[in-house]
C-alpha cells in the first residue's frame, strides 16, 4: 500500500462514523490482497508478504472489534477466521489461492458493509479531528490540502 492510499485511508477513518470505518476497513483488506496478487505476479516476495500481513492484521481488528451479543457476529468470526487461514495459506505456498480464496469472503462483506454505510447517518466518531479541504489550491502535479488549523483537537482534558 503506497503512501497515498495510506493518507487517504486515514482521512476516511477520522471523518468517519462507527459503519464508515468498517468499510475503509474493508477497502483496506481489498488493497493488501489486490498488492499481494501483484507482488506474487511480478515475484517480490516482500511486497506480497507485507501485503499478506497487513490484511491478517485488519481482519484480526475486525475480529476483535465484533460485540457477541448478536448472533451475526458468531458468523461474521467464523468468515474472518477462514479468510486469515486462506491469506496463510498464500503466505506459506507463495500462490495466489488462498487470496482468491480469501477475496470470495471479503468483497461480498464488503459491498454489503458499503450499503450499511450508505444508511447510517451519525456522526463522526472523531469529533475534534482535523477538518481537511481538497481542491483549494493545485500543484503542478497534484492537488494541495488545506488544514483547518483549529487549536481544540485531540484529547480533551
Given at each position: 500500500?503506497n503512501?497515498?492510499?495510506i493518507?487517504?485511508f486515514t482521512r ?9 470505518i ?5 477497502d ?10 501483484a507482488?506474487?505476479?511480478n ?11 497487513h ?18 457476529s458468531?458468523d ?14 498464500s ?8 487470496i482468491?480464496?480469501?477475496k ?5 462483506l464488503?459491498?454489503a ?21 481538497a481542491?483549494?489550491?493545485?500543484g503542478?502535479n ?10 481544540n ?5
Amino acid at each position: 500500500m503506497n503512501q497515498e492510499a495510506i493518507s487517504a485511508f486515514t482521512r476516511r477513518i477520522t471523518s468517519g462514523n462507527k459503519s464508515e470505518i468498517i468499510t475503509v476497513l474493508f477497502d483496506m483488506i481489498q488493497v493488501d490482497l489486490d498488492d499481494a496478487i501483484a507482488g506474487i505476479k511480478n515475484h517480490e516476495q516482500e511486497e506480497y508478504m507485507e501485503a499478506l500481513r497487513h490484511a491478517s492484521e485488519v481482519l484480526e481488528h475486525l475480529q476483535e472489534a465484533l460485540d457477541f451479543n448478536y448472533d451475526i457476529s458468531k458468523d461474521l468470526y467464523s468468515l474472518y477466521d477462514y479468510a486469515k487461514r486462506a491469506i496463510a495459506k498464500s503466505m506459506y505456498t507463495g500462490r495466489e489461492e488462498g487470496i482468491l480464496d480469501a477475496k470470495e469472503v471479503i468483497d461480498p462483506l464488503a459491498e454489503a458493509f458499503r450499503e450499511v454505510a450508505e444508511n447510517d447517518d451519525s456522526g463522526p466518531l472523531m469529533e475534534n479531528a482535523q477538518k481537511i479541504a481538497a481542491g483549494i489550491t493545485y500543484g503542478r502535479n497534484d492537488v494541495n490540502e488545506a488544514v483547518d488549523g483549529d487549536g481544540n483537537r485531540g484529547f480533551l482534558a
